[in-house]
């Protein structure tokens, strides 16, 4: 998979920007707030069709513009493919696919691409709902299926608990929770065993990545974690809709007393373990982020081993937060490999022979330069 041009309009601090990428790695060097990011923002746009900085489309739109636009041209399997998303105030933003429109649930899984920021270096002793967005945008890239489910199950749990806060209230019969109960079991069951299926190959592929890392010194283990179940619980893993739905009965006093929804895979985790060690717990800052880096280096390889192709990478300023040898493992790892997008405010961060064009990026203007 490879981006051969992006072209942006009045899309965050650009009036009009057009782009030409080189196949391997790509380099924007710039000092904060000069739109290093935005680049990476729009691609991850036409990857996820929103931003990984707001969840405001407005925010994207240039300041007293009516409208932005985002265009990528890409090649796929040897297949040539062009997005374009168009981003009106107030209003869905509207994508098109080889010019013919699509919602967002079928844009998801056409550009694959791999975001890197500081905020992923909290992935391991951060709280449980980044592991589980982590689980969440590597699976969806990879199967239509989970994201469409995805979106259909948090539906019924923000309807579930919206429900459950009138039945306290008295505003609402508690027999009513019956037909959400009966969709939430369904999904339930459904989005755990993709994410146990999930979780099995990107144990081992992050343990081959952490090993290389540290030379063999250590060994990364991961696990699906449910909160909800007892340690002597014999319930199969995954678990059943049938095991959810009576669950879901036994708690429903609790859940009302709550007002939330108490089980399923919106409370599940994502356990990393070294040598045996709970990671978050035990762990230092540099086996934290060492665990970090290579849960990102094996989505980039599960991806390719669920798609055919490896999918973009998207470096956003993590250069300066890894320390010189998990950046070479990194640079490493891509090299003649991976298209690759990095931001950084110095080239110091990057060896001589490094193969790639660099961009200087300076108040919404981008130039290509010589390092």
């Given amino acids: 998979m490879r981006v051969t041009r992006l072209v942006l309009r009045n899309f965050r601090n650009y009036a009009g920007l057009t782009l030409e990428f080189a196949r391997n790695i790509n380099i924007f060097i710039g000092r904060n707030a ?7 923002e729009a691609l991850y746009l ?31 399997q040897e297949v040539e493919h062009k997005l374009a998303i168009r981003l009106i105030p107030s209003q869905n933003k509207e994508i098109l696919h080889n010019g013919h429109p699509i919602k967002q649930r079928e844009l998801v899984g056409t550009l694959n691409a791999v ?17 589980r967005r982590f689980l969440d945008g590597e699976i969806s890239q990879v199967s239509r299926a989970y994201y469409r489910a995805l979106i259909q199950y948090n539906r019924v749990v923000q309807q579930r608990n919206s429900l459950l806060k009138k039945v306290r209230e008295r505003e609402a019969k508690a027999d009513l929770i019956d037909a959400w109960d009966e969709q939430l079991a369904a999904g339930a069951a459904f989005l755990v065993g993709k994410r146990f299926e999930a979780v099995r190959k990107l144990a081992m592929l992050a343990n081959l990545m952490h090993r290389r890392i540290t030379a063999s010194k250590e060994n990364l283990s991961l696990s699906y974690y449910q909160p909800y179940l ?21 708690r429903r006093a609790e859940d009302i007393a709550r007002g939330t929804t108490t089980i399923g895979p919106h409370r599940d985790d994502l356990l990393l373990a070294v040598n045996g060690h709970d990671l978050r717990v035990f762990g230092s800052q540099g086996q934290q982020r060492t665990g970090a880096l290579a849960l990102k280096l094996a989505e980039l390889e599960f991806i390719k081993s669920e798609t055919g192709e490896y999918p973009l990478l998207l470096l956003d300023d993590v250069m300066s937060e890894l320390d010189e040898e998990r950046r070479s493992h990194l640079l490493y790892f891509i090299r003649e490999r991976i298209q690759t997008f990095i931001t950084a405010t110095d080239a110091k961060y990057f060896p001589d022979d490094l193969s790639g064009q660099y961009y200087q990026v300076a108040g919404g203007a981008v130039r290509e330069v010589t390092p």
């Fill in 115 to 131: 975001l890197f920021s500081p905020e992923d270096l909290q992935l391991v002793k951060g709280a449980p709902a980044l592991r």
């Fill in 230 to 250: 007892h340690p002597d619980d014999e319930a199969p893993k995954p678990l059943s809709s049938e095991w959810y739905r009576r669950q879901l009965t036994a």
């Fill in 46 to 76: 036409g990857a996820m069709g929103r931003s990984h900085r707001t969840a405001v489309d407005n925010e994207l739109v240039r300041w007293g513009q009516g409208a932005a636009l985002v265009e990528i041209a890409f090649t796929k």
């Fill in 34 to 40: 000069q739109g290093k990011t935005n680049i990476l």
